[in-house]
């Protein structure tokens, strides 16, 4: 079974513009759960979808917005890019939503010049 | 979310060592889980204990859900150079999300 994907894996942004991440779950698996995670905060999480619905949302701002589509992949959205967004984005999929465990991807690993 | 205490912060040991590591909660998790993760990667799941008292074991990796239900602990037998890498650990109540440690930096000299 092939694992949680993501695309891509490195990207390059100026400050101001705006980033779209994808993230495609483990067959069968229908929650995904995004994270941020930074040398100094360690990893943060952002929001939880399932079945296409956010179930949970961190301590975000609103500039990072995420939707999951009808077969369970999901996009995060970070707009008016910040130097401080510079991070590696992490997704997760599970079957289910609280008390599964959670299968992270490899990550993309987004740089804000 | 609540707030883990994952302790030690990094650790440098020699090749056949035992290794303990462990997670502290001001809140009672329903599941721990323990991560590892490697360098531009994301973190692998190691172990997931569901139950309060739960010993499990994963070759050498061994982990338990404190009795409280706010701690964890994660042990590594005779450890290796392949061992390298940080390990997280990570507890969730129901119907929140899943809360992570701040990570514990595993070093092993040959």
């Known amino acids: 079974k092939a694992g949680v994907t993501q695309t891509p894996r490195y990207l390059i942004k100026t400050r101001g513009q705006q980033v779209t991440l994808s993230c495609s779950p483990i067959s069968g698996h229908r929650s995904v759960s995004w994270y941020q995670q930074t040398p100094g905060q360690g990893l943060q999480f952002l929001f939880e979808?399932?079945?296409?619905?956010?179930?949970n949302k961190g301590n975000f701002p609103g500039r990072f917005s995420g939707r999951q589509f009808s077969n369970s992949r999901s996009e995060m959205n970070v707009s008016t890019l910040e130097l401080g967004d510079s991070a590696l984005y992490l997704c997760?999929?599970?079957?289910?939503?609280?008390?599964?465990?959670?299968?992270f991807g490899p990550g993309t690993r987004l740089t804000v010049t | 979310g609540q707030q883990l205490n994952q302790s030690p912060q990094s650790m440098f040991i020699q090749e056949g060592e035992d290794v303990s590591m462990n997670c502290t909660s001001s809140s009672i998790f329903n599941t721990w889980l323990w991560y590892k993760q490697d360098p531009g990667e994301g973190p692998v799941l190691l172990i997931a204990l569901y139950k309060a008292g739960e010993l499990t074991s994963n070759g050498r990796l061994t982990a338990q859900f404190g009795i409280t239900r706010k701690d964890s602990f994660l042990n590594i037998s005779a450890s290796i150079p392949s061992d390298v890498g940080i390990y997280f650990c990570?507890?969730?109540?129901?119907?929140?999300?899943?809360?992570f440690g701040k990570g514990t930096s595993l070093l092993v000299t040959p």
């Open positions: 990570a507890g969730q109540s129901s119907g929140y999300a899943l809360n």
């Open positions: 997760a999929s599970s079957f289910g939503t609280s008390g599964s465990e959670q299968y």
């Open positions: 979808y399932f079945s296409e619905t956010q179930r």
